[in-house]
């Protein structure tokens, strides 16, 4: 199984790379989200990988990182999902988004990935709610960015001893209210919702 591909970006499409390690080009598909990183990455680009054998063929599906690889795997165990929709889920919302919308049980953000109906999307919250802890965050998003302010105010409130699902349902009203709050003010106000 290949896990991790190291070369150079030899040529993309819409949803594919070829990266060529040693002289042999492998084709990964991947999310708009990988596939932009490796344009803006190239030459030498890293991409982790997932293996999917079936029918006689091997598909490579490259990941920035080991949060995508992760919620990808996570949502190729709910049914009725398969790999192209699972692309398709990280592609409307990206691994942050996709925690944050399972933890809230919010079914109205995941079905704007393209074949996620209401009832996939119920699914997915169902099956992987309980999951949230385990799969990797992303790493993509440093403090001070939007999703690092949000993720810092999860942390904080974890180290407070809240469950990370309780922390992300006292904060995604909160974070809507107050957009440009820092991480501080976010905890501060989560803590005055979870009291009421």
Same mark, same amino acid.
């Given at each position: ?84 929709? &699972?692309?398709?889920? %990280?592609? /409307? #919302? @990206?691994?942050?988004?996709? !925690?944050?919308?399972? $933890?809230? =049980?919010? +079914?109205? *953000? ?42 810092? &105010?999860?942390?904080? %409130?974890? /180290? #407070? @001893?809240?469950?990370?699902? !309780?922390?992300?349902? $006292?904060? =995604?009203? +909160?974070? *809507? ?20």
């Amino acid at each position: 199984m290949i896990a991790k591909l190291r070369g150079l970006l030899d040529s993309s499409g819409e949803d594919w790379a070829v990266i060529d390690v040693g002289g042999v080009g492998y084709q990964v598909t991947c999310t708009r989200r990988t596939l932009g990183w490796l344009l803006d990455t190239r030459p030498d680009v890293e991409v982790l990988v997932h293996t999917s054998a079936r029918d006689n063929a091997v598909e490579l599906i490259g990941f920035r990182d080991e949060a995508e690889r992760g919620w990808f795997r996570a949502l190729l165990t709910v049914q009725g999902i398969g790999a192209k929709t &699972a692309l398709a889920t %990280l592609d /409307a #919302l @990206g691994p942050a988004e996709l !925690e944050k919308a399972v $933890a809230a =049980s919010d +079914v109205k *953000a995941i079905t704007r990935a393209h074949g996620i109906g209401a009832r996939a999307a119920s699914r997915i919250v169902t099956e992987l709610r309980h999951r949230v802890d385990a799969v990797p965050t992303s790493v993509d998003e440093g403090p001070g960015s939007v999703g690092g302010v949000y993720r810092d &105010a999860i942390d904080a %409130l974890v /180290a #407070l @001893g809240y469950g990370r699902i !309780e922390a992300v349902e $006292a904060l =995604s009203g +909160v974070q *809507a209210e107050h957009p440009d709050g820092s991480a501080e003010d976010l905890v501060r106000h989560a803590l005055r919702a979870i009291a009421r």
